[in-house]
């Protein structure tokens, strides 16, 4: 990650979105940085948490995305600038608490939350615009369009949301949070942070603080109160603006990494003089008078936005709202079909809908040279599915759960969850996860099967979750599940880290986001002052974990945990050398004859056992083993043998 | 019906949903995908292969009975009730140890200690009883292991398996023990040799044992928990009829329970059994009727006549002349479970010509049924 504390000002760095929206933060002056990791969002607390001691602020991994949101908000109410950061599905886990902080406000301290989109859930459960909480809840909100706006945008929300009293939340997607491009700096404010919690003592007043939300009618006048006054302040923005001609065959509104794609559409088809393209950064309250002032510019109006016709549906209503003397132009986006309402935007999905609606044709390549780049790919190009990597623990968990199930013989199933074991889904985790939510979902979801024996349930239901994901939001799902006394096994897959997103620490690690040592939170001693019964096994230890699955499965009664515990590899091989030296005795490996049928490379699936099709044989690619050893017990001939490095 | 070339999914289907399976453990033991456990054989993940040892050798699968019959004996499959019988006589061993331990004349631990003795076999094939009083499937390879195994244990235990595990180039010479259903395989399997396992050659003596049905190795062993301390049961026997009992021998007396409330334990699939002296083994042996501490013996092979002649000459084994009654007794009941298992199969199928496994010609058919 670069250095986001440089102090050179007017100097250009090349900086991720991520980065950009940190150094914005850094830049206002900061005092508070929390967030739970989650794809396309980590790196802004990443960053802040590398540079947290030398710029004196405080950044933490907070144990899930509430918390995070309300210590934050914790920070403002003591005068302290805050900001909190998330992926899509963190907007939803602190709704709640957004709901009534709308309404009670903030404190001194400006508090800004960024909302990371993953269009296309490239890296997610879900595919979801978190844009309309804006809308629903009553929260001004902004959309950077580069990597500059990135920046300039949070350090600009800070003293927003100060002036008007209330949190404002910038979007961001993957295309801005993880691509690169030039950020000019600004300066670094060198001014002393101090919290205090004001109370008012004053005996007139009815209620010591305005921390809350009541009484709510009247709170909700006010905050429209305040939504007005960031209207007018976004009327005035410079992060909106038009470029192209007075008269255009067709107006493109558009907002964020859009922007980007607009006019490389337009550059495309070198339309610079017919096509004119209205970038929005200031998304809601809506800039109904800048917007009006543009309107009529062309007939046509084509929305381009990532996932949700958010600012389409905006736009059209208060056009709605507008006299019938008002330019009336026709509207295409998401409604008319012309951009995708699922899926993420690139540029040449913009030229196809330009090209759709103004009746032109256009061919980015000879068909005869797709043709053949798409057969040359499908030669050459070796499929890929999503995988564990060699030597993960999950595999050998997922083996052992496996292998549990069926010798159990009662059709028992995996209630899964989100992380890396969520690809547990597929081939790599052999087809076990059948259920996948949220966060702690898989939990919740195995309470109210657990339930089901008064009606002829039993099937044995294990609960997958990972060791970040236990703390996040599983906790109050075991306590259900002892005190209803529901019958599930939750499986916590205990590999000492947040992997998925990137190795953060979490309350099992015992590390701090800014590198310090703390207590760990053990999570056997946690689950058994629960009353549940708890065992702890070594997945690498297939038979005593296929052992003490069968042995909890057949048990019955009432909740209990099972704690899968073993180094992520990505995490140990950065320490260590590998443990064993693998190799396969191609005498005794009889491949795809009776008794093996290629066990370990059509079934098992480490990326580290290749076929070798001329030899008939299974081979280990040196390169990618890892030296766990797991496949020798794997191997029905007994053909991969392990010798200690 | 022909022999069809299938794998592990028709096993499934066919076979193990189908009630039809005997746990032989003939499918076990060298197959990742077909696993034994608490009385089930389970699949751990498919298979893609559609011709497999599995479906070959599963006793439930398609048998040609003269074929099978013709590569041990050199004729086609046998009318006679006990199949092909060079001698028929009672015996019991001479080893007062063996006597201790043994169901009943101890001549199956008699045989195979001297077989491991003169070196015909280094191991054996065999069940063995923990103390749980569940059976596994074991390779002895002394007369102390041998020993161990004395004694009957009327539940099913897929104890091929035990065979099959044996890694491809082990040159040892093998003895098997088995019920009906598991010689039937071993049989099957010496008619078209399995590759990637220890040589089917390397099988010298295949003993088989007197059976009429076996039972569910989980649910009888959770009926026999909820009822007995199973650490103080020293013996099972099922005397003849007309005792209608299942007798438990325990170090503080014996117990009875009614053989009516056993056999709804039996395994579905001995229904369809014809095989009560397992046919195809070099040597047959069971209990005499009426006679404590005897076995009958039937002598098939020339193997079995050896062995039995070196039993005799060194004194292993005391034998007699079996009483006609018993041995007219042994054939009425013989024969009466192949007609029951033709009535089952033909009722099952619905079709006089389906066998569902077995191949036999419809002349061969009529005549049993007569």
């Known amino acids: ?645 | 019906m022909v022999a069809v070339a299938k794998g592990c999914k028709e096993i499934i289907t066919d076979v193990i949903d189908a009630g039809l399976c005997a746990l032989c453990g003939a499918c076990t033991g060298n197959c990742p995908y077909l696993v034994y456990y608490k009385g089930r054989i389970a699949l751990l993940d498919n298979c893609t292969l559609s011709d497999g040892l599995c479906y070959k050798y599963c006793p439930r699968t398609y048998v040609d009975m003269d074929a099978i019959s013709q590569q041990v004996f050199g004729v086609p499959y046998s009318e006679e009730e006990i199949g092909i019988a060079r001698e028929a006589l009672m015996a019991r061993t001479t080893d007062t140890r063996i006597r201790e331990e043994a169901q009943y004349g101890g001549v199956v631990t008699t045989l195979l200690s001297l077989a491991l003795a003169e070196g015909l076999i280094d191991k054996v094939v065999l069940t063995k009883t923990s103390d749980d009083k569940t059976a596994s499937p074991v390779l002895a390879q002394s007369e102390k292991e041998v020993l161990q195994c004395a004694g009957s244990n009327y539940m099913a235990c897929p104890v091929l398996s035990a065979y099959n595990q044996i890694p491809k180039n082990d040159v040892s010479k093998l003895g098997i023990v088995g019920v009906p259903c598991q010689v039937l395989a071993v049989t099957k399997m010496k008619k078209d040799p399995p590759i990637n396992r220890a040589t089917i050659s390397n099988v010298k003596l295949v003993i088989g044992l007197f059976c009429t049905w076996a039972l569910s190795p989980d649910k009888f062993h959770r009926f026999l928990r909820e009822k007995l301390d199973l650490s103080k049961v020293k013996k099972f026997d099922i005397p003849p009829p007309p005792a209608n009992r299942f007798d438990v021998y325990t170090t503080s007396g014996e117990i009875s329970l009614p053989l009516d409330e056993i056999r709804k334990f039996t395994m579905p699939t001995c229904a369809y059994c014809l095989d009560m002296t397992s046919e195809f083994a070099d040597i047959s042996v069971g209990s005499v009727e009426g006679i404590e501490g005897w076995n009958t013996v039937i002598i098939r092979t020339t193997v079995g006549a050896e062995l039995m002649k070196a039993a005799k000459a060194k004194k292993k084994l005391e034998t007699d002349k079996l009483p006609s009654g018993n041995l007219t007794h042994l054939k009425e009941a013989a024969l009466l479970k192949k007609k029951r298992a033709l009535k089952e199969i033909i009722q099952r199928s619905g079709d006089e010509n389906n066998l569902i496994y077995v191949g036999l010609s419809p002349e061969f058919v009529k005549k049993l049924q007569d």
């Not at chain 1, 006019?263 to 339309?271: E, I, M, R, S």
């Not at chain 1, 947040?498 to 986001?513: L, R, S, V």
């Open chain 1, 1 to 645: 990650m670069a250095n986001i504390n440089i102090d050179a000002p007017g100097t250009s760095q090349l900086f991720m979105g991520n980065e950009a929206i940190a150094r914005g933060a850094l830049e206002a002056g900061i005092g508070f940085a929390a967030a739970y990791p989650g794809t396309p969002s980590s790196e802004i607390l990443g960053s802040l948490a590398s540079v947290a001691k030398e710029t004196g602020i405080y950044a933490e991994w907070s144990v899930n995305e509430k918390v995070a949101m309300e210590a934050a908000a914790g920070a403002s109410f003591a005068g302290i600038r805050a900001l909190a950061a998330m992926k899509q599905n963190g907007i939803n886990v602190v709704s709640d608490f957004l709901a009534n902080l709308v309404m009670s406000g903030i404190g001194k301290g400006g508090l800004v939350l960024v909302s990371c989109d993953d269009p296309s859930a490239i890296s997610s459960s879900n595919e979801q615009d978190t844009r309309p909480i804006a809308k629903w809840l009553d929260i001004p909100l902004v959309e950077p369009g580069d990597f500059q706006e990135a920046k300039d945008m949070t350090k600009w929300l800070f003293d927003l949301s100060e002036e008007i009293g209330t949190l404002f939340m910038l979007r961001s997607v993957t295309r801005i949070a993880h691509a690169r491009g030039n950020v000019v700096l600004g300066e670094l404010p060198k001014k002393e942070r101090r919290a205090y919690f004001d109370q008012i003592h004053d005996l007139k007043s009815v209620m010591p603080t305005t921390f809350m939300p009541v009484p709510s009618p009247l709170r909700h006048f006010f905050l429209h109160m305040k939504m007005d006054k960031a209207r007018q302040k976004f009327e005035a923005s410079r992060f909106n603006r038009y470029v192209g001609p007075d008269k255009a065959d067709l107006l493109i509104v558009t907002c964020g990494s859009c922007w980007l794609y607009s006019q490389d559409a337009v550059k495309t088809l070198k339309l610079e003089d017919k096509v004119g393209i209205l970038k929005l950064g200031t998304l809601w309250p809506l800039p109904e008078k800048f917007v009006e002032s543009h309107l009529g510019k062309s007939q046509k109006v084509l929305f381009v936005e990532e996932i949700d016709p958010f600012l389409e549906r905006s736009i059209m209503e208060f056009v709605a709202s507008l006299p019938s003397t008002s330019p009336r132009p026709t509207f295409y986006g998401k409604r008319s079909g012309h951009i995708n309402a699922y899926g993420e935007l690139n540029p040449d999905l913009v030229i196809k809908a330009i090209s759709n609606i103004l009746g032109l044709t256009y061919q980015p390549r000879d068909a005869e040279y797709s043709d053949k780049a798409e057969a040359a790919a499908k030669s050459h190009v070796p499929e890929r599915s999503m995988t564990f990597c060699a030597g993960c623990p999950h595999r050998a968990t997922f083996w052992a759960i496996k292998n549990a199930l069926k010798l159990d013989g009662r059709n028992g199933f995996v209630t899964g969850d989100i992380g890396c074991y969520s690809i547990a889904l597929g081939p790599a985790g052999f087809f076990q996860v059948r259920t996948m939510h949220c966060m702690g979902g898989g939990a919740g979801v195995a309470n109210g099967l657990g339930k089901l024996g008064q009606f002829g349930f039993n099937q044995p239901v294990l609960a997958v979750v990972g060791d970040s994901t236990f703390y996040h939001a599983t906790i109050p799902a075991l306590i259900n599940g002892i005190y209803n006394q529901s019958d599930f096994i939750l499986v916590i897959l205990d590999n000492s880290a947040t992997a998925m997103t990137g190795f953060q620490p979490h309350p099992g690690t015992g590390m701090t986001a800014m590198g310090e040592p703390t207590k760990v939170v053990s999570m056997e001693a946690l689950c058994r002052s629960l009353g549940a019964r708890v065992k702890v096994c070594d997945p690498f230890d297939l038979k005593h974990t296929t052992t003490t699955l069968l042995d909890m499965m057949a048990e019955g009664g009432g909740a209990k945990v099972a704690i899968m515990r073993r180094q992520c590899e990505l995490v140990r091989g950065k320490k260590e050398k590998p443990p064993y030296k693998v190799q396969v005795d191609t005498e005794k490996c009889i491949g795809e004859a009776c008794g093996c049928d290629r066990l370990c490379t059509r079934v098992f699936l480490c990326p580290a056992l290749i076929w070798d099709k001329k030899a008939g044989k299974s081979k280990i690619d040196e390169v990618i083993c890892t030296g766990c050893g797991v496949c020798t017990d794997i191997c029905p001939q007994g053909a991969i043998i392990k010798e200690a490095a």
